[in-house]
């Protein structure tokens, strides 16, 4: 049983690296969205043409990343949120309620700071995880059935 895991959320850690390291020899394939943080937000403006007002420059890109975004949430067995300790990740919120919508197995990860702030995101999950090593126990708990030794 191969698994496709979309890896959402959160870009200014390596919490992706040690989750994809941490799955090798497990059949799964990973996705992601653009994680560049430049091109993520200039995306629209580059191809479709730059924009006076921030808010339309940020709309194109935001529209032009949700067709990459939706596509790969659809195709995905298990969505991972990760939330991270610096920056409200709204967009990540936004994910993790597509997941849900969408009855993907849904997996949050974040610190117990972030608790009470995401009780209900919690609540929609089958995981609420702190690490990226507890994501990888759980993916090879539901590939093999193994737990961890």
Known sequence: ??????LSGEIHTDWREQIIEGATGLDVSFAAPVTDHDASD???VAIMGAEDN?????HK???????????LIEQADVVVVRFGDKYKQW????D????AALGKSLVVMHGADHQHALKEVDAAALAVTETPEQVVQILRYVLTGELPG
């Open 54 to 58: 921030k808010f339309w420059h940020d």
């Open 1 to 6: 049983m191969t698994l496709s895991v979309y």
């Open 42 to 44: 200039d995306c629209g």
């Open 61 to 71: 890109g935001a529209k032009l990343n949700a067709i990459r975004t939706r596509r």
């Open 91 to 94: 967009n990540a919120a936004f």
């Open 96 to 99: 993790a309620g597509q997941a």
